[in-house]
């Protein structure tokens, strides 16, 4: 008997009407780690660049500094690579142009862009598509818990309370951080970083519901009985050759 290389779980479809999909369907753990977690057209580099142009034409560098300025390298990468090709994006798809480009010194040439009309269009519709439409979002926590069950409950515990403790830290910074500022700024200004410790928080409370489930044994797993069910549910849809 050969097992397909990926490991394959029931889940329901929530993909479709309800009229339409079937209530089970088979997904492989590859795939929960390849979630869609971008608008239709635009990402979120995309929309950052627009955001930042709407406001007044810039070249690269000073986008680049805005973004540190402001803390948005708490929700974005910034890697330069990354804005660059955003930047490239959004010229072919004439959302912004290049206005001028200028040189200060034996530094290189800076290119200033702007914002099309059709841009200013764009970023609005796409920034009601992502408030509006819930998307599933990747994860890679979310992705290690479809596979917790490689751990023993008594190794995962430990690694749980670790997780706990950094959550803590994370909420206790970006409290500290935002109640620093909130004199300084407006609260439309922080509202992304409000967001971010509402999550954490959330997490940080199931996670500890999880431990004091597995603490008193009203969770647990045995990895053999796992294998064995997923073998017997696999082969009954067609999914292992024997």
Sequence with gaps: MRASSQFLWPIRDLSGPAHDSPPLCWIRSYDIVHLNYMTKNLGIWEIAVLALLREA???????QSLLR?????EILALKKGSLYHAIGRLVRAEFIVAKDTSRNGRRPERTT?????AGRKEL???LRQIVAVPQRESSEFMAAMSFLVHLTPAEAIPRLEERCHHLE???AAFSNSMAAVTERVGRINLVESEY??????AELTWV??????MRSEQFTWDLKTVF???SISARAAGHLEE
């Design 57 to 63: 034409p810039m070249h690269p560098y000073q986008m």
């Design 169 to 171: 830290q994370q909420i």
């Design 124 to 126: 609005i519709r796409a």
């Design 69 to 73: 300025e402001r803390h948005k390298d």
């Design 228 to 230: 064995k069910a997923a």
């Design 208 to 213: 500890r519901n999880l431990i004091a489930e």
């Design 196 to 201: 971010l410790v509402a999550m954490l928080k």
């Design 113 to 117: 862009y702007a914002i099309t009309p």
